[in-house]
């Protein structure tokens, strides 16, 4: 079993995510504004993000971090890579901050981090990752961390509440 390496960049350390970052993770993850879009409903209960923690640390088909801002030394956000289960050959990509921090560019530098290790450290060459076209901010972390729109599409939340038309993004490494 593998675990996360701890990642540091300019303003973030990349650390696993741990059952102490529940009520961190709650604080975005209960938040309409940033679950609004993910493919998880709204959470309304600690207990559901302490599920999703355990998940992480049991499901080691998927990479997880928790984003710790340097400054602060404050959780705020979490992101991931895994073998995609819809392109063959791709990993996709996911990530989610708390409102407070959203349009400061920390997704994207956590994100690029990720990439850059899974590509270096696990041969990863293939990324892939979606958003609802009403979110295009989330395609522009993607552009950034180098991905190319590939073709539109949909997906739902885990529950089946919403069904989202979505952007298709991809890249390929050397």
Same mark, same amino acid.
Not at 76 to 98: R, V
Not at 104 to 124: N, P, Q, R, W
């Given at each position: ?16 995510? /741990? +059952?102490? =970052? ?5 604080? #975005?993850?209960?938040?309409?504004? %940033?679950? @609004?879009?993910?493919?998880?409903? /709204? +959470?309304? =209960? ?5 599920? #999703?923690?355990?998940?992480?640390? %049991?499901? @080691? ?114």
């Amino acid at each position: 079993m593998y675990k996360e390496p701890v990642i540091e960049t300019e303003r973030l350390i990349l650390r696993p995510i /741990t +059952l102490d =970052d529940a009520e961190a993770c709650f604080s #975005w993850n209960s938040d309409e504004r %940033v679950a @609004k879009f993910m493919s998880y409903p /709204t +959470l309304t =209960d600690i207990s559901q993000t302490i599920d #999703w923690i355990k998940s992480t640390l %049991v499901d @080691k088909n998927e990479w997880n971090w928790a984003f710790v801002l340097k400054k602060e030394n404050k959780v705020i956000g979490t992101g991931s890579i895994g073998p995609d289960a819809k392109m063959k050959d791709y990993w996709g990509i996911g990530y989610n901050l708390h409102y407070d921090y959203w349009h400061k560019g920390y997704c994207t530098e956590a994100m690029k981090a990720i990439i850059d290790f899974a590509h270096s450290k696990l041969g990863v060459n293939r990324i892939c990752s979606d958003h609802a076209v009403d979110n295009p901010r989330s395609g522009k972390v993607m552009e950034k961390c180098g991905l190319k729109f590939d073709h539109y599409g949909e997906y739902s939340k885990l529950d089946g509440s919403v069904t989202f038309k979505a952007k298709f993004y991809k890249m390929e490494l050397e």
